[in-house]
């Protein structure tokens, strides 16, 4: 769950997809541009990704000031490069890469990086 600040300073909580890539500790999220998460966090890049485990009992908070990368406004830009990259490191391999970048396009999507800056939480065991 990404919880990012709505303009009266109460969180705005979503549930979503992520990477975390362990060798330069920061999260990637795609983000459609309209949408309440990209909004929120122009306006206020503070961030916290919390996981749990499957039974619930053991959990962890991931807090960073995120970045935006720019919303992807051409199949071949960097934008919709990156969202790929995300992709591939979340799902694995597209049936047809061809029409995710087109989706790409059309969704405006672009994604988040949160650099980890803290993290807190309730280990296994």
Do not use: C, F
């Not at 619930?56 to 790929?84: K, R």
């Amino acid at each position: 769950m990404l919880a990012t600040l709505k303009r009266d300073g109460r969180p705005q909580l979503s549930n979503i997809n992520y990477h975390y890539d362990t060798d330069r500790d920061l999260v990637r999220i795609s983000v459609t541009a309209d949408r309440a998460k990209a909004r929120n966090l122009r306006r206020d890049p503070r961030a916290s990704l919390h996981v749990t485990s499957p039974d619930g009992w053991a959990w962890t908070v991931a807090e960073g000031t995120a970045e935006l990368s720019d919303v992807a406004a051409d199949e071949h830009d960097a934008a919709v490069e990156e969202l790929i990259d995300v992709y591939r490191a979340v799902q694995g391999e597209h049936p047809d890469w061809d029409d995710y970048r087109r989706a790409m396009v059309r969704d405006q999507r672009l994604v988040v990086r949160l650099p980890v800056e803290r993290v807190y939480g309730q280990p296994l065991g």
